[in-house]
């Protein structure tokens, strides 16, 4: 790895902090596409037709890898990867080991060069998971085997400047203890756990057009994947049919029994709340939802379980 290929990842990597901070960790392809301006060249952080990427600028490994979700009738599936506790597999591009960018893996494996992953939450939507390492480059089998790394392992973030969406160092990098494969593992597992709540949230936005159910407010910042049926529970899998979109008021008073579902999406707020008497703001955010129906995803398959909904709706009447 060149010290020229290691300041632009280094500045990917700083590009990818912007991005992740701007849209609270669900990035928008549109966004990831433009790249950004290194020594007054444009350097693209991914492709979007293949998902191994390696900008003309850099010279061995990759910048990136990119997984994607298929544009379909209903809303993308939970993806089965992020069960388990083992590092994420990723597949090579065709079945000849040998072709340039799968060779440029090997390349990245060979080094331990530090990596972006654009994790596809549902179509057009990207986690981005930095600093990644490959732990397994098997031309039998045509896969990889990725890790995430730590921040530690990296410059740290002073060392690279920002300026008006243009990266470079501010002083010369300094070599890092890489992390053990038992801390890369770890890292790996946290990661599965923070995608698995993004997956979740995005699955279900996505199936309900990013508007809360109960009131149709459309501004995503404020909108939560609800669990019908709790994760804790063996059943409360993060499945879109186990959830329901709302805002961040309509969740809690949901988790708090304030405001119930039926099974035929039939909002029920709770005596105690209706008994209360105040402002606007409880009579027409949360009393006026009484005996209202919830707003359900236009595909069927989307729409929640009823007899999920049925067991949670007997609980809030037993609260009540």
């Known amino acids: 790895m060149t010290d020229r290929d290691h300041e632009i990842r280094l500045a990917a990597f700083a590009r990818c902090a912007r991005l992740m901070h701007d849209y609270s960790g669900a990035v928008a392809w549109d966004a990831i596409q433009d790249g950004f301006e290194f020594d007054g060249e444009q350097v693209y952080l991914a492709g979007k037709a293949r998902g191994i990427h390696r900008p003309r600028q850099m010279k061995r490994g990759v910048l990136s890898i990119k997984t994607t979700k298929p544009r379909k009738g209903r809303t993308a599936r939970y993806d089965d990867a992020l069960v388990g506790d083992g590092y994420f597999s990723y597949a090579f591009q065709g ?15 060979a080094d331990q ?49 920002e300026t008006a969406g243009h990266y470079e160092l501010a002083q010369p990098s300094a070599a890092r203890e890489p992390a053990s494969p038992i801390e890369r593992r770890y890292s790996t597992i946290e990661a599965k756990v923070r995608l698995h709540q993004a997956e979740f949230r995005e699955l279900v936005l996505s199936a309900y057009d ?11 910042e404020l909108l939560q994947a609800a669990h019908i049926i709790p994760d804790r529970d063996e059943r409360g899998q993060p499945d879109v049919t186990n959830g329901i979109c709302l805002s961040i008021l309509h969740h809690t008073a949901y988790d708090r029994n304030l405001l119930g579902i039926d099974p035929d999406g039939r909002i029920v707020i709770a005596e105690s709340v209706l008994g209360q008497h105040d402002g606007p703001t409880l009579e027409t955010a949360i009393k006026a939802l009484h005996g209202q129906t919830i707003r359900l995803p236009r595909h069927d398959g989307d729409r929640p379980n009823r007899d999920y909904l049925a067991e949670r709706f007997e609980a809030f009447r037993r609260v009540g």
Do not use: K
């Not at 990725?146 to 740290?156: D, K, R, Y």
């Open 95 to 109: 079945d000849d080991p040998g072709n340039h960018d799968n060779t440029c893996l090997r390349e990245a494996f």
């Open 113 to 161: 060069s530090p990596l972006i992953y654009f994790y596809a939450l549902v179509p057009g939507i990207y986690q981005i998971l930095y600093p990644c390492y490959l732990m397994e480059w098997n031309p039998h089998s045509l896969f990889c085997t990725v890790a995430i790394g730590s921040q530690f392992e990296l410059v740290q973030p002073s060392e690279v400047r």
């Open 210 to 220: 990013r508007r809360c159910s109960v009131s149709g407010l459309p501004i995503p």
